[in-house]
């Protein structure tokens, strides 16, 4: 499967932006799906995860409330929701996507969009 990352740009602290993840080659339901961003000088991390069916989902601690994954299999598309924002948000943010169904962690994820960079200023 190929992922297609979009939506990021540039956003003042408090608002709002939602990231797609366009998915082609294969069907996404077959897939969990995931988002992480990359700051700079930081390592990737974790932001949102979501299940194939979209019941189960999980969230990095920083951003729970505020942030929402989200899919819809029907449109091969998953987003991630972004409210709230704040300037320590800004990072390159990737989507990804894996079969097993478990594990949460950069290495678990086999498939990986080519990320879209979002700013949050001050």
């Known amino acids: 499967v190929q992922l297609q990352a979009s939506g990021g740009g540039l956003v003042q602290a408090g608002g709002s932006l939602r990231l797609s993840c366009a998915a082609s080659?294969?069907?996404?339901?077959?897939?969990?799906m995931g988002w992480f961003r990359q700051a700079p000088g930081k390592e990737r991390e974790f932001v949102a995860h979501i299940a194939r069916s979209g019941t189960a989902k999980y969230y990095a601690e920083s951003v729970k409330d505020r942030f929402t994954i989200s899919r819809d299999n029907a449109k091969n598309t998953g987003y991630l929701q972004m409210n709230a924002l704040k300037p320590e948000d800004t990072a390159v943010y990737y989507c990804?996507?894996?079969?097993?169904?478990?594990?949460?962690?950069?290495?678990?994820?086999?498939?990986w969009g080519q990320g879209t960079l979002v700013t949050v200023s001050s």
């Open positions: 080659g294969r069907a996404i339901n077959m897939y969990y």
């Open positions: 990804a996507a894996k079969m097993a169904p478990r594990g949460l962690a950069t290495t678990e994820y086999d498939y």
